[in-house]
Protein backbone atom coordinates (compact mmCIF):
# COMPACT_ATOMS: atom_id res chain seq x y z
CA UNK A 1 0.00 0.00 0.00
CA UNK A 2 1.10 3.66 -0.99
CA UNK A 3 0.84 6.06 1.42
CA UNK A 4 1.94 9.50 -0.04
CA UNK A 5 1.47 13.06 0.56
CA UNK A 6 1.59 14.18 -2.50
CA UNK A 7 -1.96 13.99 -5.08
CA UNK A 8 -0.01 11.55 -6.79
CA UNK A 9 2.51 8.61 -6.54
CA UNK A 10 6.08 8.76 -8.65
CA UNK A 11 6.52 6.48 -11.39
CA UNK A 12 2.62 5.41 -11.20
CA UNK A 13 -0.91 6.77 -12.90
CA UNK A 14 -4.10 6.67 -10.95
CA UNK A 15 -6.89 4.67 -12.94
CA UNK A 16 -9.57 4.66 -9.97
CA UNK A 17 -10.47 7.07 -7.20
CA UNK A 18 -12.43 5.05 -4.14
CA UNK A 19 -12.98 8.25 -1.99
CA UNK A 20 -12.30 9.37 0.96
CA UNK A 21 -10.95 7.14 3.50
CA UNK A 22 -9.99 7.78 7.24
CA UNK A 23 -8.52 6.82 10.18
CA UNK A 24 -9.92 7.94 13.82
CA UNK A 25 -8.78 6.96 17.13
CA UNK A 26 -8.76 9.20 20.40
CA UNK A 27 -7.24 8.14 23.50
CA UNK A 28 -6.21 9.40 27.17
CA UNK A 29 -3.36 8.95 29.15
CA UNK A 30 -4.44 7.00 32.83
CA UNK A 31 -4.38 8.50 36.01
CA UNK A 32 -1.25 7.63 36.96
CA UNK A 33 0.52 9.11 33.15
CA UNK A 34 -1.44 11.84 33.43
CA UNK A 35 0.71 12.84 37.43
CA UNK A 36 3.94 11.93 35.90
CA UNK A 37 3.52 14.08 32.75
CA UNK A 38 2.16 16.40 35.09
CA UNK A 39 5.30 16.09 37.70
CA UNK A 40 7.77 16.71 34.80
CA UNK A 41 6.36 19.13 33.02
CA UNK A 42 7.21 21.74 36.00
CA UNK A 43 10.89 20.69 35.31
CA UNK A 44 10.29 21.56 31.82
CA UNK A 45 11.68 19.58 28.58
CA UNK A 46 9.84 16.80 26.87
CA UNK A 47 6.90 14.77 28.10
CA UNK A 48 7.50 11.28 27.32
CA UNK A 49 4.22 9.95 28.52
CA UNK A 50 2.59 12.18 25.85
CA UNK A 51 5.34 11.84 23.22
CA UNK A 52 4.94 7.77 23.37
CA UNK A 53 0.79 8.56 23.53
CA UNK A 54 0.65 10.18 20.17
CA UNK A 55 3.05 8.26 18.59
CA UNK A 56 1.25 5.26 19.26
CA UNK A 57 -2.03 6.91 18.38
CA UNK A 58 -0.77 7.89 14.54
CA UNK A 59 0.31 4.32 13.94
CA UNK A 60 -3.08 3.00 15.33
CA UNK A 61 -4.73 5.35 13.29
CA UNK A 62 -2.78 4.90 10.01
CA UNK A 63 -3.46 1.32 10.24
CA UNK A 64 -7.16 1.57 10.62
CA UNK A 65 -6.81 4.42 7.48
CA UNK A 66 -5.13 1.84 5.57
CA UNK A 67 -7.66 -0.86 6.68
CA UNK A 68 -10.32 1.46 5.05
CA UNK A 69 -8.65 1.96 2.30
CA UNK A 70 -7.99 -1.89 1.63
CA UNK A 71 -11.93 -2.46 2.24
CA UNK A 72 -12.59 -0.29 -0.57
CA UNK A 73 -10.02 -2.00 -3.50
CA UNK A 74 -7.50 0.59 -3.45
CA UNK A 75 -3.90 -0.02 -3.28
CA UNK A 76 -2.50 3.77 -2.26
CA UNK A 77 -3.80 6.57 -0.28
CA UNK A 78 -2.27 10.05 -1.80
CA UNK A 79 -3.03 13.41 -0.17
CA UNK A 80 -2.15 11.87 3.33
CA UNK A 81 -2.91 14.16 6.36
CA UNK A 82 -2.86 13.94 9.74
CA UNK A 83 -5.52 16.06 12.50
CA UNK A 84 -5.83 16.07 15.75
CA UNK A 85 -7.28 18.15 18.71
CA UNK A 86 -8.01 17.54 21.82
CA UNK A 87 -11.27 16.70 23.76
CA UNK A 88 -12.43 17.39 27.33
CA UNK A 89 -8.72 18.44 28.44
CA UNK A 90 -7.75 14.80 29.32
CA UNK A 91 -8.23 13.12 25.88
CA UNK A 92 -6.41 13.22 22.45
CA UNK A 93 -8.35 12.71 19.02
CA UNK A 94 -5.48 11.59 16.03
CA UNK A 95 -7.35 11.06 12.52
CA UNK A 96 -5.31 10.43 8.96
CA UNK A 97 -6.99 10.90 6.31
CA UNK A 98 -6.52 11.02 2.63
CA UNK A 99 -8.10 9.83 -0.71
CA UNK A 100 -7.45 6.04 -1.30
CA UNK A 101 -7.30 5.21 -5.05
CA UNK A 102 -5.93 2.71 -7.68
CA UNK A 103 -2.58 3.26 -9.12
CA UNK A 104 -0.82 1.33 -11.81
CA UNK A 105 2.53 1.58 -13.01
CA UNK A 106 3.23 3.82 -15.78
CA UNK A 107 6.51 3.05 -18.57
CA UNK A 108 8.33 5.51 -17.64
CA UNK A 109 8.68 7.38 -14.62
CA UNK A 110 9.29 11.13 -15.43
CA UNK A 111 6.92 12.65 -13.54
CA UNK A 112 3.22 12.23 -12.37
CA UNK A 113 0.53 10.73 -14.50
CA UNK A 114 -3.26 11.72 -13.30
CA UNK A 115 -6.42 10.56 -15.23
CA UNK A 116 -9.62 12.07 -13.16
Do not use: C, W
Not at 6 to 23: A, C, D, L, N, Q
Not at 95 to 116: K, L, R
Amino acid sequence: MFIVTTPYVPGHRIVESKGHVFGLVVRSRGLAGNISAGLRSLVGGEIHEYTELLEDTRRQSIDRMVANAVALGANAVVSFRFDSSELGGTMSEIVAYGTAVIVEETASSTGPVVIE
